[in-house]
Structure formats: structure tokens, C-alpha cells
């Protein structure tokens, strides 16, 4: 007798998410929870007004799945792209250190007037990245496949 499909059972694909108000803004953050990436890997385009992260990111949404066939975690390379980007200020980063390591721990959006607002990247360590916008204009995309987590361990994720 054929067994139906179960949804654990589909082609895993890349992550190409948008967020484009605050109700969808905590699922991207929570996906790049943990992620890290060189501080040379940061980049603000003033005339595109596009600021990116290159950052290496925890599989979060494939953690359960790997501890139940008992394979190790994984890790992918993803762009978080923010649009409409009118300035950016950083708190506790020594940017001339080119050897900086940044983990992110999330993302926040505080709205202003007329659909404008700050999106802070809180990191480890104290420091923050502050991005002034015309409005809310996030996208993650994973652009490398999945490799072996170096720690091969999973980050402390705050609900557990």
C-alpha cells in the first residue's frame, strides 16, 4: 500500500523571503538569528540607497529535521538586502578592524511618520546597525548551498 506524502518529504529550496511590514519582519529575523559575517561584508550603496549583508546564516528552519535523521546542522550563505535606504549609523563596531567578525541576533523595525522608519540590526557584543528608511523593503536570499555547520553545533535559540 502507497503511503501519502508528507510535507517532510518536499524539495527543500532556497529561502527567498520579502518582508515588506512588521507582521513579517520578526520571520526574517528569526531566520537570520545567529548568522555571522565579516565586517568587509557589509555594504551600503548611498545612490542605489541599498544596504547588504553577506552573512552566513544558521538553517534554522532545517534544525528539527536534522536532529531527527541525524545529520549534522548546516549553515548557507543568504544576502539580506534592505531597500529605500536613506542613511545608516553603526554603535559599537570598530569598522577599520577589517578582521571583525559580527554575529546578528535580530532585527527590529521602529515605524516613524508616513510608512518611514529605523530598522536596527542589534549584534552581539553591544552593537547595533541603524538604517534610517523611506519604508519597510527587507529580503533575505539564500545564494550558496546548504554546508556543514563549523561548530557543528546549533546556536542557544531564546525559546529553548
Not at 542613511?87 to 571583525?100: K, Q
Request: aromatic residues 6%; charged residues 30%.
Amino acid at each position: 500500500m502507497a503511503e501519502d506524502a508528507k510535507f517532510e518529504d518536499g524539495a527543500e529550496r532556497p529561502i527567498y523571503l520579502a518582508a515588506m511590514d512588521d507582521g513579517s519582519l520578526p520571520i526574517v529575523s528569526s531566520l537570520v538569528q545567529d548568522a555571522v559575517f565579516p565586517i568587509t561584508e557589509m555594504k551600503f550603496d548611498k545612490a542605489a540607497r541599498e544596504f547588504a549583508l553577506l552573512v552566513n546564516r544558521f538553517r534554522w528552519e532545517d534544525k528539527e529535521r536534522a536532529e531527527s535523521r541525524g545529520r549534522p546542522y548546516e549553515r548557507v550563505q543568504s544576502v539580506l538586502r534592505v531597500g529605500d535606504v536613506m542613511a545608516v549609523s553603526t554603535m559599537g563596531i570598530d569598522r577599520s578592524d577589517a578582521d571583525t567578525i559580527l554575529s546578528l541576533l535580530a532585527i527590529s523595525w521602529d515605524e516613524g511618520e508616513d510608512g518611514t522608519g529605523t530598522l536596527t540590526f542589534t549584534l552581539a557584543g553591544d552593537g547595533a546597525i541603524r538604517l534610517k528608511v523611506e519604508c519597510l523593503d527587507v529580503v533575505l536570499k539564500d545564494v550558496t548551498r546548504p554546508y556543514l555547520a563549523p561548530s557543528r553545533h546549533a546556536p542557544e535559540h531564546p525559546e529553548e
